[in-house]
């Protein structure tokens, strides 16, 4: 997967917005202004993500997917995950991952906002 499928993926979704609030190198994908997404553009060898998960999930995914899925870089590694496109997961289990974890995010969302999103 190319970081411009990715992008366009994430913007795809019901109010996602694109913004590089940690500086030029960092894209953030928001839903109604919280992270649900990070991408580093600095990443030449490999292309890797930062999306949010369940606690219970998370461990689970870095128990089965020990080369791909690691604790999140830089983030809270309880919630948030470093996935690695590219190695033992393919597209479709990638965007389920994103789908994870914009679907997190936006059940933390005020209800009347939530209930257009989902």
């Known amino acids: 997967m190319h970081i411009e499928k990715l992008r ?6 019901s109010d996602v917005q694109e913004e590089m609030p940690f500086g ?3 894209l953030v994908f ?5 992270i ?3 991408v580093g553009l600095d990443q030449v060898d490999q ?3 930062n999306v949010k998960c369940t606690p219970a999930y998370a461990i689970e995914l870095r128990a089965h997917y020990a080369q791909t899925v690691f604790p999140g870089y830089h983030m809270n590694k309880k919630h948030w995950n470093t996935v690695y496109v590219g190695r033992e ?3 479709a ?3 389920d991952l994103i789908d994870h974890s ?3 995010v936006v059940q933390g969302l005020p209800k009347k906002i939530r209930k257009n999103l989902l």
């Open 8 to 13: 366009s993926y994430c913007l795809n979704k």
């Open 24 to 26: 030029p190198d960092t």
């Open 30 to 34: 928001k839903v109604w202004g919280k």
């Open 36 to 38: 649900f997404m990070l």
């Open 47 to 49: 292309l890797a993500f």
């Open 89 to 91: 997961l393919d597209d």
């Open 93 to 95: 289990a990638l965007y």
């Open 102 to 104: 914009y679907q997190l």
